[in-house]
Structures are given as C-alpha cells and as structure tokens.
C-alpha cells in the first residue's frame, strides 16, 4: 500500500534552517507529485508548496517564496522540503502528502520546533 | 486567493445522531468545463495525518464508511455524518484546490455530546 515515511523531530535555533525527507512507497514514485503541508501547534492546516516528480516544477506558498524550496530524489523515491532563515512560528509539524491537488495518502509528520 | 470558511467551529453529537458541517468558499470551485467542484474533505484525529474522505465534493475514498457523505456545488458545501460513532471523533476540514494557492478550511472539531 502508499506510505510515505518521514523524517524525524527537530529542533533548531532561530535563522537556521531544515531539511525534512518523506520517503515514498508502494506506488510509482514518478506517477505523482508531492505537496506540503504544515501544522502550526493547536492550528489548522497550511499548504506550503507542491513539486512534480515528473519535471520537478515547483509551486510554492507565496509567504514561504524565497526561503522554501522543495526537491526530489528519484533513485530513492524521496522528497526533500528544506526551509531557511527559520523563525519561532515556523515550529510545526510538517507533513508530505502525495498528490499535487487531492492528497491521498500523508506521511508521519515531522515536528520541528524552532527555539533559541 | 480563493478563502474557505468552516462552521460551526466545534459540535457535540450523540452517539447515532447525524453531525452536519458546512464550509464555504469566497469564490466558486466548480470548473464549468467538466462540471466539477474542486472541494475535499479530511478528517484528522489526534496525534494523526489527515485522512482523505470526500474528492469532487461528493466522491467518497476508497474505505471510508457510507456514513461520510459530501454535498453541495459552487460555493456552499456540507459534509454529513449520518450516524456518528465514537471513531469518528476528530476535526474535519475542507479543502479547495481549484486554483494555486489551494487551501484549507479553519477545521471542525466534532466531539460526543
């Protein structure tokens, strides 16, 4: 069946930056894009951005464009969402989901919490 | 952007009653040209991903219960539990994604009255 797997928790000082992996399996990695999602504590559900496998054209939440950028490893069926310059209220859990419009099937999520 | 509006924000059900959540959209999902509405819905329990129930507004994911029913078109669109079980005890969010950017509603947390 899908699965995507994700990387696990991390805490980082403010003005660093993050690089959350969701590992894909049980479909053709190729066949579909990745989007991401994040989850600020006790809030509701925020797209960041969406990468095609296929050509790697990326799409990008016009509030993150600039520190976002989301890439894809086709060897081992894996996308990358890294963040930059991070501030406290980017701390949230960040989740990978598959699909560039309906998201059918969702990582783990990964927490990261951004603290000085 | 296309903004998504949820209500009510919270609702208590009994057990075996029907639970009714509305969401709305500042403008119409609905694509003329193949007369769909680009509107899912998600439910997510805690410590959980969300978990798709609903696509093309009324289209139920493979596995989810009957009891999960999506309506409505263009603006206005309703998720309805038509008997609530203690499992579904969650919060419930719509999502468009007929334009970029897509986005979510604020959520609807259901709980048993």
């Known amino acids: 069946q899908v699965q995507l797997v994700q990387s696990g928790a991390e805490v980082k000082k403010p003005g660093a930056s993050v690089k959350v992996s969701c590992k894909a399996s049980?479909?053709?990695?190729?066949?579909?894009?990745i989007s991401w999602v994040r989850q600020a504590p006790g809030q509701g559900l925020e797209w960041m951005g969406w990468i095609s496998i296929y050509n790697d054209n990326t799409n990008y939440a016009q509030n993150l464009q600039g520190r976002v950028t989301m890439t894809t490893d086709t060897s081992t069926s894996t996308a990358y969402m890294e963040l930059r310059s991070l501030r406290s209220d980017d701390t949230a859990v960040y989740y990978c989901a598959k699909g560039g419009d309906i998201y059918e099937a969702w990582g783990q999520g990964t927490l990261v919490t951004v603290s000085s | 952007d296309i903004v998504m509006t949820q209500s009510p924000d919270s609702l208590a059900v009994s057990l075996g009653e029907r639970a009714t959540i509305n969401c709305k959209s500042s403008q119409s999902v609905l694509y003329s040209s193949n007369n769909k509405n680009y509107l899912a819905w998600y439910q997510q329990k805690p410590g959980q991903p969300p978990k798709l129930l609903i696509y093309?507004?009324?289209t139920r994911e493979s596995g989810v219960p009957d009891r999960f029913s999506g309506s409505g078109s263009g603006t206005d669109f309703t998720l309805t539990i038509s008997s609530l079980q203690a499992e579904d005890v969650a919060v419930y969010y719509c999502?468009?994604?007929?334009?970029?950017?897509?986005?979510f509603g604020g959520g609807t947390k259901v709980e048993i009255k």
């Open positions: 049980g479909y053709t990695f190729s066949s579909s894009g």
């Open positions: 093309w507004a009324s």
């Open positions: 999502h468009h994604y007929y334009i970029t950017p897509p986005a």
